[in-house]
Structure formats: structure tokens, C-alpha cells
């Protein structure tokens, strides 16, 4: 899956409306193109306003496997946002306990 990351979302300016029309801006994006956009955060209640999905402690599912050593890192802490694609991914995601593996390393 080609999913869309959402990453470091901070304003300097707080109570203006620019966080919550940056996230009308990806979910116009989203909509239009048919993607996942996906993020991770422990401050879902600004998110959920802004027009997101929420799935509590859903971080944990995402496990990253180093290819080189084959150690794999899990990030337990963290609840998902997120606005659904045409893929479903999300929904795909819910319906099963595997764990998803990725490509992106934690920080």
C-alpha cells in the first residue's frame, strides 16, 4: 500500500486555524487522489476536531524490521489518525491482529 504520512503537525501561532485547515488540506488531498493518509500521536482530541479518524493504541500495529539485522522495533506508544482511501487499508488494517510491517523506522 501507498499510504500518505502525516508527521510533526506544530503551530507557532496556536488558535489561529492553521493546524486544522492544514488537515482540511490533506483530507481535500486524500478525497481527490483516493489515499490513505495515516499518522501516529498521543494528542488525538485536536485531530478528531479537525476532521480525523482516531484508533487508540493503534501505533503498536506498525512494526518496523531492519533489513539489515532483521531485528524488528515496535513503537507501543500512540494512538492512530487517520482519513481512509479508496484502498481501505485502514479497514483492512482493523480486521485482523497480523502485524503491519514498514519500512520507516520509529523515532
Same mark, same amino acid.
Given at each position: 500500500?501507498?499510504?500518505?504520512?502525516?508527521?510533526?503537525?506544530?503551530? %507557532? =501561532?496556536?488558535?489561529?486555524?492553521?493546524?486544522? +485547515?492544514? !488537515?482540511?488540506?490533506?483530507?481535500?488531498?486524500?478525497?481527490?487522489?483516493?489515499? +490513505?493518509?495515516?499518522?501516529?500521536?498521543?494528542? +488525538?482530541?485536536?485531530?478528531?476536531?479537525?476532521?480525523?479518524?482516531?484508533?487508540?493504541?493503534?501505533?503498536?500495529?506498525?512494526?518496523?524490521? #531492519?533489513?539489515?539485522?532483521?531485528? =524488528?522495533? %515496535?513503537?507501543? =506508544?500512540?494512538?492512530?489518525?487517520?482519513? =481512509?482511501?479508496?484502498?481501505?487499508?485502514?479497514?483492512?488494517?482493523?480486521? +485482523?491482529?497480523?502485524?503491519?510491517? !514498514? #519500512?520507516?523506522?520509529?523515532?
Amino acid at each position: 500500500y501507498k499510504i500518505l504520512g502525516i508527521c510533526s503537525i506544530i503551530s %507557532i =501561532e496556536k488558535g489561529k486555524g492553521y493546524g486544522k +485547515t492544514l !488537515i482540511h488540506t490533506m483530507i481535500k488531498y486524500s478525497k481527490k487522489t483516493g489515499k +490513505t493518509i495515516l499518522g501516529f500521536t498521543n494528542q +488525538t482530541k485536536f485531530f478528531k476536531k479537525a476532521g480525523l479518524k482516531t484508533k487508540n493504541n493503534f501505533t503498536s500495529r506498525f512494526i518496523y524490521k #531492519n533489513p539489515d539485522t532483521g531485528k =524488528e522495533i %515496535i513503537d507501543n =506508544e500512540g494512538d492512530g489518525i487517520y482519513y =481512509e482511501g479508496k484502498d481501505n487499508f485502514i479497514k483492512k488494517t482493523l480486521s +485482523t491482529k497480523l502485524p503491519i510491517y !514498514i #519500512n520507516v523506522i520509529p523515532w
